[in-house]
């Protein structure tokens, strides 16, 4: 992409100016909650820490590394504004990602509150900060209420399962951007390649209505179009066209794993003819439909070869130790043969969907669960859920929405009405948001409403499982029977409407390279030959049943006592990876009609 900025923690939205505020910063624990009683908004106490943000205080690389739970932490840092940056500007200051509660004030000044811990959110500092040193301060509140969304971090002392360290507090990049009063808020981009055309919808400040707004569209160094007009509400949508005059023999790109194309989007509004925002981006022209039994991309049956993907890392847990090494585990998961991930428990660093759009790997993208059904549940899940889908809607990797997964937060979910409800809202809010792709509802186990129906089957004998799903799919479904036969395909009350069925996790095998105290799925194996022998096996069996349009191995890595992963703790890869490809590559065509 001709405007990619390494670091930049918002790829979908850049601008030239902006300040990262990562690094060290004064931390505090507040056991006792005093802190805001005694007014450490104001004056933070002497006695204080270092922090390196945005690592938690749990982590090794945050300086701290302290794996006990702190319900309540305080940040403080410094940040200089010249009066050039500040003079007729606003002063955002954003958070990729802070669990849970977070309470912002600014030279003791209280500017804002947000509650949940994957959506980025931002607060106008505007009439806080003063030309000179500013001082900001953060609280963040993490409970261990098992109905707050918290995907795979635990709510209990020690690790379990496969539940792990808790991150609390500041986890994603915190930075700021001062601009001018008439400023492009958000950029929605809808591609349609029937059409050849793109929808844009364009969000504004109030400050920008009567303001000329531009849009450049381009492939490479070939600009396709240039539009132009007036601002009439904050609200603005218009459709662009791509394709050339009927002469011309350039025709559309279609973004696709094989040929992940991508159109740069240049946004400029001008007040009085002069530029007052500039903004980049970039959008995929690619469509996702399912018909007969398939997953559609472009119009062809797409095969899905997915790895789960947790993404923790041993030093840092949840947060990347940096962007390489966010782009180091997408290429080793293409070396491996695959052509997508699931995303699980977890929002992942934009930056990371960014390089999924460039290098074309496929993306399901997955809320972080609760795992308790009460009103307060259900409020705090939709809110946040509704936030992740805004805010990587435009991103043409992602492929698949996967709200629920396992009954997790939804116990009940195969006889109660309430919690069906529940995922039904949920199923048509998201839709309502992004009729483009296909949403999933409660992965692998008692669907509702779902455009996909998913499987998960740790079976571990390839024959047993082919033998398992043999025969005519109707009654296979017909039965509500899965493996450990607990678990119906359906919910009460719902019948199978010719989905596309993926096995949508399987495997798991836990290669310990003889440690102990850990675990994975069935036996643990010991050697590569052992490990290679079972993945083909198993993978095999999946691939010779036809009417499964996908499957998606556990996992990419190994998580703390989850030894699972094809690559370790540290991301090296347990086995060559071009072992693991060969398996991956020798699949069947996907059936026709």
């Known amino acids: 992409m001709r405007h990619y900025v390494k670091d930049y923690p918002r790829p979908q939205m850049v601008r030239d100016k902006w300040r990262n505020l990562n690094g060290s910063w004064d931390f505090l624990f507040d056991d006792a909650n005093e802190g805001e009683d005694r007014e450490w908004f104001a004056e933070f106490p002497e006695k204080c820490r270092k922090i390196q943000v945005p690592f938690t205080y749990e982590t090794e690389l945050s300086g701290i590394c302290d794996e006990t739970h702190h319900e309540n932490v305080w940040y403080r840092r410094s940040v200089w504004f010249?009066?050039?940056?500040?003079?007729?500007?606003?002063?955002?200051?954003?958070?990729?990602?802070?669990?849970?509660?977070?309470?912002?004030?600014?030279?003791?000044?209280?500017?804002?509150?947000?509650?949940?811990?994957?959506?980025?959110?931002?607060?106008?500092?505007?009439?806080?900060?003063?030309?000179?040193?500013?001082?900001?301060?953060?609280?963040?509140?993490?409970?261990?209420?098992?109905?707050?969304?918290?995907?795979?971090?635990?709510?209990?002392?020690?690790?379990?399962?496969?539940?792990?360290?808790?991150?609390?507090?500041?986890?994603?990049?915190?930075?700021?951007?001062?601009?001018?009063?008439?400023?492009?808020?958000?950029?929605?981009?809808?591609?349609?390649?029937?059409?050849?055309?793109?929808?844009?919808?364009?969000?504004?400040?109030?400050?920008?209505?009567?303001?000329?707004?531009?849009?450049?569209?381009?492939?490479?160094?070939?600009?396709?179009?240039?539009?132009?007009?007036?601002?009439?509400?904050?609200?603005?949508?218009?459709?662009?066209?791509?394709?050339?005059?009927?002469?011309?023999?350039?025709?559309?790109?279609?973004?696709?794993?094989?040929?992940?194309?991508?159109?740069?989007?240049?946004?400029?509004?001008?007040?009085?003819?002069?530029?007052?925002?500039?903004?980049?981006?970039?959008?995929?022209?690619?469509?996702?439909?399912?018909?007969?039994?398939?997953?559609?991309?472009?119009?062809?049956?797409?095969?899905?070869?997915?790895?789960?993907?947790?993404?923790?890392?041993?030093?840092?847990?949840?947060?990347?130790?940096?962007?390489?090494?966010?782009?180091?585990?997408?290429?080793?998961?293409?070396?491996?043969?695959?052509?997508?991930?699931?995303?699980?428990?977890?929002?992942?660093?934009?930056?990371?969907?960014?390089?999924?759009?460039?290098?074309?790997?496929?993306?399901?993208?997955?809320?972080?669960?609760?795992?308790?059904?009460?009103?307060?549940?259900?409020?705090?899940?939709?809110?946040?859920?509704?936030?992740?889908?805004?805010?990587?809607?435009?991103?043409?990797?992602?492929?698949?929405?996967?709200?629920?997964?396992?009954?997790?937060?939804?116990?009940?979910?195969?006889?109660?009405?309430?919690?069906?409800?529940?995922?039904?809202?949920?199923?048509y809010l998201t839709k309502s948001m992004d009729s483009m792709r296909p949403v999933i509802v409660n992965d692998g186990w008692e669907h509702t409403v779902s455009d996909i129906l998913t499987i998960h089957d740790y079976e571990e004998d390839g024959t047993c499982f082919q033998e398992r799903y043999a025969g005519k799919l109707q009654d296979i479904i017909t039965a509500h029977l899965y493996p450990n036969k607990c678990k119906p395909a359906l919910a009460d009350g719902y019948s199978y409407r010719g989905q596309p069925i993926i096995i949508s996790e399987y495997g798991g095998i836990a290669f310990s390279g003889g440690a102990e105290g850990a675990w994975g799925y069935g036996r643990t194996v010991s050697s590569e030959e052992e490990f290679l022998h079972r993945f083909g096996k198993i993978t095999a069996a999946i691939r010779e049943i036809l009417y499964i349009t996908g499957y998606c191995y556990t996992q990419v890595s190994d998580v703390q006592q989850e030894i699972n992963g094809l690559l370790d703790e540290n991301h090296a890869f347990k086995i060559a990876p071009e072992k693991i490809r060969e398996i991956n590559e020798k699949y069947p065509g996907i059936k026709e009609g």
């Open 82 to 427: 010249s009066e050039e940056e500040i003079e007729n500007k606003k002063v955002l200051l954003h958070f990729e990602g802070s669990d849970y509660k977070t309470l912002v004030w600014i030279n003791g000044k209280y500017a804002g509150c947000h509650q949940g811990g994957y959506a980025r959110f931002t607060f106008d500092i505007t009439k806080y900060v003063a030309q000179g040193e500013n001082t900001v301060t953060v609280k963040a509140e993490d409970s261990q209420n098992p109905a707050q969304p918290r995907g795979k971090q635990r709510w209990q002392k020690e690790n379990f399962g496969c539940w792990y360290i808790q991150s609390t507090g500041i986890w994603k990049t915190v930075w700021i951007e001062c601009i001018r009063p008439e400023y492009l808020k958000s950029i929605k981009m809808t591609p349609d390649i029937d059409t050849q055309s793109v929808e844009i919808l364009y969000e504004t400040a109030r400050q920008a209505v009567g303001c000329m707004i531009e849009t450049v569209i381009s492939y490479g160094d070939t600009e396709i179009s240039r539009c132009i007009r007036q601002l009439k509400r904050t609200q603005e949508k218009e459709t662009i066209c791509l394709y050339f005059p009927e002469e011309s023999p350039w025709g559309i790109h279609l973004w696709s794993p094989e040929d992940p194309a991508l159109y740069d989007v240049e946004v400029r509004i001008y007040k009085e003819n002069r530029v007052v925002d500039e903004v980049y981006s970039y959008f995929g022209m690619r469509e996702i439909k399912i018909s007969k039994g398939n997953i559609l991309l472009n119009g062809t049956p797409l095969y899905q070869k997915l790895i789960l993907d947790q993404g923790y890392w041993k030093e840092s847990h949840l947060t990347p130790p940096d962007e390489n090494a966010l782009i180091s585990d997408i290429d080793k998961i293409q070396q491996m043969g695959y052509n997508g991930l699931r995303k699980h428990m977890k929002t992942e660093d934009e930056r990371f969907l960014y390089w999924c759009d460039v290098k074309g790997m496929l993306v399901w993208s997955e809320m972080a669960a609760c795992y308790e059904f009460n009103d307060n549940a259900a409020e705090e899940f939709t809110r946040e859920w509704m936030e992740v889908v805004r805010q990587n809607y435009n991103h043409p990797s992602i492929i698949t929405w996967t709200p629920f997964n396992e009954s997790w937060g939804i116990p009940q979910i195969r006889t109660d009405p309430r919690q069906q409800a529940f995922t039904e809202g949920i199923y």
